[in-house]
């Protein structure tokens, strides 16, 4: 059973940094694209960034040059750095594991506020 748990979480005042992470079971993780999605409150889903299995990343404008997506293979882990966080950052972060079917992490809350 394929299984993403989610940590990191929290709430952070503007200008702050908070780093998310994804663990992955029952998959092998090494060889499927990863992806980072938000929503916040009353917002679709957004894709945020993905990086594939060999660690290529690409953003979504919004957060260029200031979130980053890594990746452990050895420990089926992804890490999302998020930093000069503002408060439209606020949001549920979702990992996406993109698969056939892909599968969700269970989602963590971020909130930027003063």
């Known amino acids: 059973q394929v299984q993403l748990v989610e940590s990191g979480g929290g709430s952070v005042q503007p200008g702050g940094s908070l780093r998310l992470s994804c663990v992955a079971s029952g998959t092998m993780f090494r060889i499927y694209v990863m992806d980072w999605y938000r929503q916040a409150p009353g917002k679709q889903r957004e894709l945020v960034a993905h990086?594939?299995?060999?660690?290529?990343?690409k953003y979504a404008d919004f957060v260029k040059g200031r979130f980053t997506s890594s990746r452990d293979n050895a420990k089926n882990t992804m890490y999302r750095q998020m930093n000069s966080l503002k408060p439209e950052d606020t949001a549920v972060y979702y990992c996406?594991?993109?698969?056939?079917?892909?599968?969700w992490g269970q989602g963590t809350q971020v909130t930027v506020s003063s």
């Open positions: 990086i594939t299995s060999g660690g290529s990343t």
């Open positions: 996406h594991l993109r698969g056939s079917p892909g599968y």
